[in-house]
C-alpha cells in the first residue's frame, strides 16, 4: 500500500485542519459516570485535556472505566456528570439530529472490529455514507480512496469471512475514517491481533495521525502499544485519573503504583517480589544501600557500574535491570546492591547524579556470609 499517496488523496480536509487554532481535540470537565447507585461511580470527577494531533494512550486495570470513558466522549454513554467538548464544540449538549451530526467528527474501532458479516468490505465502509445520506454515486465515488488508504483495495468484493483478523480491523478503520472524523477512539483495537499484525496496524494508525493530523486516544492493555504509538498517556483507576502526562516521561517516572505495575513488563520498575521482600527498610549493620536507578538519555550508554568500582571500589549486586527505548530515547531501570558503599554513600549519590541519572536509595540488603566476598545477597 502506498499510505502517503492514499492518504493525500483521500484527505478532504488539510492536516490540522479540524478547529479553531488552539481548541484541543477533546477536553473533558469533571466527568462522572454511575449506572447504578448501588456500585457506585464508574467514572469520577474525570479531567482531561487531549491536544490536536496527539496519540494519548489511556491505561488502567480492567474495570477501571476506560471503555464508559471514551464512550462518554461520543456520548454513546451519557455521562451523569461534567462536560465533554470536541473540537471545542461542546457534545454533552447535543441531542437528536445535532447529537448524530457532531458524531461524525468521532470515529471508533474496537476490539473485535464490528464489521457486518453479511456485507462485503465495500458495503460495510459504505454504511456511514448511508446513514449520512450520500448518493449511490457519491458513495460509489468515496470508497476506494478509503479501501486504498486501508491497503484492502483488492478486496472490495470480500465478505468478512474471507479477511484476516488484521484485515478485518482496516475495514473497521476506514469505517471509522470514512466520514473525515478528528478524532478516532480506538478501544483495545489491536488486541485480538498478533504481535506482526499488531505492528502493521499501528503503523497504519500512526501514518493516519500523522498524515491527517487525526487525533487518536487508545485504550490499550498492551504496553508496547504506549510505547510505540502514544505521545502520551492518561492513568485511570476506580474510574479516577490518577496520572497523566508525555508518554516517556510516565514511562520513566510512573507516580501511581497502577502505572509501576502496568509498566513493569517494559521498564522494570519494579523488583521481582521474591526480591522486594527481602529488602530492609532502613540500614542495619552489616547491610548495604540498595539503589534505582533510572536512565533516561546518553547516561543509558556510560559504564555507570564499572565507574562505580573503579570510582569508589564499590562492589555492585546487580538485582534486577533492563534497558529500553521509547521512540530513539534510551530508557533504563537498573537497581543494584551498593556493596561496601559506607559513608561514600552521599558521593556515590552525587556522582550518579552529576552523570544525568536519577537515583534513589529504595532500602538495604543484609550481606551474605557466603557471598561476602563478591557482592552482596539478598
Ligand atoms: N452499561 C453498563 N451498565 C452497568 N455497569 C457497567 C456498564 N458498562 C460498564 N459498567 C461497569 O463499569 C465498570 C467499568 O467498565 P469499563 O468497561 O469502562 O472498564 P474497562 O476499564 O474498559 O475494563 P476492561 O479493561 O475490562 O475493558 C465495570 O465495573 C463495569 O461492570
Ligand atoms: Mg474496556
Known amino acids: 500500500m502506498n499510505a502517503v499517496l492514499a492518504i493525500s488523496e483521500f484527505s478532504a ?14 477536553r473533558i470537565e469533571g466527568l462522572s459516570k454511575t449506572f447504578s447507585k448501588a456500585s457506585g461511580p464508574v ?38 456528570a461534567g462536560r465533554v467538548f470536541v473540537s471545542g464544540r461542546e457534545i454533552t449538549s447535543l441531542r437528536g439530529r445535532a447529537l448524530r451530526t457532531a458524531r461524525r467528527d468521532i470515529g471508533m474501532i474496537f476490539q473485535h472490529f464490528n464489521v457486518l458479516s453479511s456485507r462485503t468490505v465495500a458495503g460495510n465502509v ?64 489491536t488486541s485480538a491481533l498478533d504481535p506482526e499484525t499488531t505492528e502493521q496496524t499501528l503503523a497504519l494508525l500512526r501514518d493516519i495521525n500523522r498524515k491527517l493530523g487525526l487525533t487518536i486516544v487508545l485504550i490499550t492493555h498492551e504496553m508496547q502499544v504506549l510505547r510505540d504509538i502514544a505521545t502520551r498517556v492518561a492513568v485511570l483507576d476506580h474510574g479516577r485519573l490518577v496520572e497523566e502526562g508525555a508518554t516517556f516521561n510516565v514511562l520513566a517516572f510512573p507516580k501511581s503504583a497502577v502505572a509501576r505495575s502496568f509498566l513493569s513488563g517494559l521498564v522494570a520498575h519494579e523488583l521481582p517480589p521474591l526480591v522486594a521482600a527481602r529488602l530492609l527498610p532502613e540500614a542495619v549493620p552489616g547491610s548495604d544501600p540498595v539503589l534505582r536507578i533510572v536512565f533516561t538519555g ?81
Not at 13 to 26: I, K, N
Not at 302 to 314: M, R, T, Y
Not at 350 to 372: D, P, Y
Open 13 to 26: 480536509r488539510p492536516a490540522g485542519d479540524d478547529g479553531p487554532a488552539g481548541v484541543p481535540a477533546v
Open 43 to 80: 467514572l469520577d470527577d474525570v479531567s482531561l485535556t487531549i491536544q490536536r494531533g496527539e496519540v494519548h494512550g489511556i491505561i488502567g486495570r480492567s474495570g477501571a472505566g476506560k471503555s464508559t470513558l471514551v464512550r462518554c466522549i461520543n456520548l454513546l454513554e451519557r455521562p451523569s
Open 126 to 189: 459504505a454504511l456511514p455514507f448511508k446513514v449520512a445520506g450520500l448518493s449511490r454515486a457519491e458513495i460509489a465515488r468515496r470508497i476506494p480512496p478509503l479501501l486504498e488508504l486501508v491497503g484492502l483495495s483488492d478486496k472490495a468484493d470480500a465478505y468478512p469471512s474471507e479477511l484476516s483478523g488484521g484485515q478485518k480491523q482496516r475495514v473497521g478503520i476506514a469505517r471509522a475514517l470514512a466520514l473525515d472524523p478528528s478524532v478516532l477512539l480506538c478501544d483495545e483495537a
Open 298 to 378: 546518553e547516561a543509558a550508554h556510560d559504564p555507570i557500574v564499572a565507574d562505580l568500582v573503579s570510582q569508589f571500589q564499590i562492589v555492585p549486586n546487580i538485582l534486577h535491570g533492563r534497558i529500553d527505548y521509547v521512540g530513539d530515547r534510551p530508557l533504563g531501570v537498573l537497581t543494584l546492591v551498593a556493596g561496601g558503599a559506607g559513608p561514600r554513600l552521599p558521593a556515590v549519590l552525587s556522582r550518579l547524579a552529576s552523570l544525568g541519572l536519577f537515583v534513589e536509595v529504595i532500602g538495604h540488603a543484609v550481606r551474605s556470609a557466603v557471598t561476602c566476598r563478591h557482592g552482596v545477597a539478598v
